[in-house]
């Protein structure tokens, strides 16, 4: 890959953060928690990611697209939500899933998003703050699973080789889009 390579994250529990390391492992790329990236304008892949809680991205995620959503209108920009289901699934009316979730940043992005994609995550716990336990027993309760009255289990679903089939997807369509430009056919206003 030539252009730079910028792959962000904000993650309370760490598995943000190791898909992060997991996607750079792949592609290359410097990878930096979101709250330590001021400038993108020298990256021309910019790859976020957060985890999902309560159906959307973190607050702290939501926050630096909006700041930087003028720069970032001018990259490729890429965006990744870490779920334990990275299923769709509609349900009372409403579409649920880790794509869907991400539509915030999609839409702040005015759908300037190159590729936007679920991979999954974990559950751990030992690790998680009491605020996150009770969110969990509401969500679970939502989508009907009932809610965590003792011990959650540990729950992974982490997987290197999805995310660096996903990885090898955003080299793709990152090339694709180059080629494109190349033929003039991707920038009408160049």
Known sequence: MTAKTLITFHSFYGSTEEIARWIAERIGGEVRPIQEVTDVSPYGLVIVGSPIY???PLKPVRTWVEEHKEV????ALVLYAVALDTNDLFMDGRRLGPVQSLMPLIETMNGKVML???????????????KHMD???????MMGIGPY???VPFNSHMDKGIVWSFAERVMRCFEQRRCSEEMGQANPEA
Do not use: F, I, V, W
Not at 72 to 75: A, D, E, G, I, R
Not at 122 to 130: A, F, G, H, V
Not at 135 to 141: F, T, W
């Open 116 to 130: 936007a994609q679920g991979l999954p995550g974990e559950l751990n716990p030992n690790k998680l703050t009491p």
């Open 72 to 75: 970032l209108s001018t990259k």
């Open 54 to 56: 309560a159906d959307r």
């Open 149 to 151: 009255e003792e011990r």
């Open 135 to 141: 969110e969990l027993g509401r969500y679970s309760g």
